[in-house]
C-alpha cells in the first residue's frame, strides 16, 4: 500500500550550492509504523528504484542506509522498529544500532547522511 509523505530533496543550484526542498511523494507502508520505504530521488522528477531508502514519515527523512530493493528496506524497517517510537515527531535513534543492523538486510551505509544525522544529534 502507498501512501503520501513529505520528504527532504536536496535540490542541486547552477552556482553549485543545493536547495533543500520538501516534497510529496508516494511511498510504501513497513511493517513499522512512522517508517516507509520509496526509490532513491534524483530530482524534482525522476528517480533511481535500484536504490531504496527508509524514511522517517514524520520528518521526511532518510534513515543513513542505502539498500537494493524494497524489500531489503522493508525488512530492514522491521527489523530496526524496537529502535526507537518511530511514530514520534522526535524519535530518539540509537545510530550505531541502526547501523549495525544494516548488513543483515543487505544495506550500505550513506556516509554523507550519517554525517549530517551525527551532526543534528550533537
Do not use: C
Not at 551505509?109 to 551525527?118: E, G, I, K, M, W
Request: aromatic share 6%; glycine share 4%.
Amino acid at each position: 500500500m502507498t501512501v503520501h509523505v513529505e520528504t527532504v530533496l536536496n535540490v542541486p543550484l547552477d552556482d553549485g550550492r543545493l536547495m533543500p526542498t520538501r516534497m510529496g511523494i508516494a511511498a510504501e507502508l513497513t511493517p513499522t509504523p512512522g517508517l516507509v520505504v520509496f526509490p532513491k530521488l534524483i530530482d524534482l522528477f525522476d528517480y533511481d528504484d535500484t536504490i531504496w531508502h527508509v524514511t522517517h514519515v514524520a520528518t521526511g527523512r532518510m534513515l543513513p542506509i542505502d539498500f537494493p530493493t524494497d524489500a531489503h528496506a522493508s525488512a530492514y524497517a522491521a527489523a530496526v522498529g524496537d529502535l526507537a517510537d518511530w511514530t514520534s515527531p522526535t524519535p530518539t535513534i540509537d545510530v550505531p544500532a541502526l547501523i549495525a543492523r544494516a548488513d543483515v538486510h543487505d544495506g550500505t551505509v550513506h556516509q554523507r547522511v550519517l554525517d549530517a544525522l551525527t551532526r543534528k544529534e550533537n
